[in-house]
């Protein structure tokens, strides 16, 4: 069973920056597709980004590109969503997910993935 668990959260003020990370068990993860949602109260889990097991292809949702990163430490089977320049607007609960993707595709859509961690609170104030 595929287990995600996500650690990093915290509170920043506006413009500062912060690291999750997320600890992947349970499977080779090399044909996976990995990525990170957000939730605030009241609203849908929308895309944050999303990224292969091996790291070759990434894909990030417009309002977090050019100030996040997403990466993968094969070896340490840890996702990690670097952010910078931290906006209120970032405020939520992100979560880990994954996918088996044995095509490479990377997916935008919460429907898309059937492993969720439990999440991780990131505020940041103005």
């Known amino acids: 069973q595929v287990q995600l668990v996500e650690s990093g959260g915290g509170y920043v003020q506006a413009g500062g920056s912060l690291r999750l990370s997320c600890a992947a068990s349970?499977?080779?993860?090399?044909?996976?597709?990995m990525g990170w949602f957000r939730q605030v109260p009241g609203k849908e889990r929308d895309f944050v980004a999303a990224?292969?097991?091996?790291?070759?292809?990434?894909y990030y949702a417009n309002s977090v590109k050019g100030r996040f990163t997403i990466s993968v430490d094969n070896a340490k089977n840890t996702l990690y969503l670097r952010m910078n320049m931290l906006k209120p607007e970032d405020t939520a609960v992100y979560y880990c997910v994954a996918v088996e993707s044995s095509t490479g595709s990377l997916y935008y859509s919460n429907k898309a993935y059937n492993y969720w961690g439990q999440g991780t609170q990131v505020t940041v104030s103005s």
């Open positions: 349970g499977r080779t993860f090399s044909r996976y597709a």
């Open positions: 990224v292969t097991w091996l790291g070759r292809s990434t």
